[in-house]
T-cell receptor, first 114, second 117 residues
Framework: DAKTTQPPSMDCAEGRAANLPCNHSTISGNEYVYWYRQIHSQGPQYIIHGLKNNETNEMASLIITEDRKSSTLILPHATLRDTAVYYCIVRSAYSGAGSYQLTFGKGTKLSVIP | DTAVSQTPKYLVTQMGNDKSIKCEQNLGHDTMYWYKQDSKKFLKIMFSYNNKELIINETVPNRFSPKSPDKAHLNLHINSLELGDSAVYFC????????????????FGPGTRLTVL
């Protein structure tokens, strides 16, 4: 079962920042927070990941609370092409049988509105 | 160049048939995966191979058999297809290594939509 909780859906106006929350209250010290998205009918796409520090890349920013029990994915200027299902995934940093796979939950369906 | 490719993109077949889906990655990755996305859009891991060796085999009927001829390919063969096998199947790859720190991202293929009639 997924270890994360996300709202089922959100709307965001085009050009505005989209802030997608995720709760992971049972996260352990060696687990990373990953974000992927799935645009309709396509394969999931990696966005960003982090352990405890905030992270930023060309796609998004990831803000992780100090207690690591929740995080927020920020798309700074949402476009229509960002309409997708966004998945927040908690995953161990260390391998071993069973740690490689991504366990997807239901995700948040983000609709960017013109 | 496509990083992770799958063929075919669409597959329509009758119950009881045997079919294969092919996956190839040109990223030089060591680990490959098969995921299944059902009609309710849940994505679940089926198999994981590291350098041609099976690492993960979730509770999947033994009608499903992955085959990895080399580390760039992971094909999925399905025997005696059933209606419930209808889904979208995604192949993925990553640079993880067994028994090592694994934080590398997974790259997914475009998916194969399987319809069993």
């Amino acid at each position: 079962d997924a270890k994360t909780t996300q709202p089922p859906s959100m709307d965001c106006a085009e050009g505005r920042a989209a802030n997608l929350p995720c709760n992971h209250s049972t996260i352990s010290g060696n687990e990373y927070v990953y974000w992927y998205r799935q645009i309709h009918s396509q394969g999931p796409q990696y966005i960003i990941h982090g352990l405890k520090n905030n992270e930023t890349n060309e796609m998004a920013s990831l803000i992780i609370t100090e207690d690591r029990k929740s995080s927020t994915l920020i798309l700074p200027h949402a476009t229509l092409r960002d309409t997708a299902v966004y998945y927040c995934i908690v995953r161990s940093a260390y391998s071993g049988a069973g740690s490689y796979q991504l366990t997807f939950g239901k995700g948040t369906k983000l609709s960017v509105i013109p | 160049d496509t990083a992770v490719s799958q063929t075919p993109k669409y597959l329509v077949t009758q119950m009881g048939n045997d079919k294969s889906i092919k996956c190839e990655q040109n990223l030089g990755h060591d680990t490959m995966y098969w995921y299944k996305q059902d009609s309710k859009k849940f994505l679940k891991i089926m198999f994981s191979y590291n350098n041609k060796e099976l690492i993960i085999n979730e509770t999947v009927p033994n009608r499903f058999s992955p085959k990895s001829p080399d580390k760039a390919h992971l094909n999925l063969h399905i025997n005696s297809l059933e209606l419930g096998d209808s889904a979208v199947y995604f192949c993925a790859s990553s640079q993880e290594r067994y028994r090592g720190k694994s934080t590398d991202t997974q790259y997914f293929g475009p998916g194969t939509r399987l319809t069993v009639l």
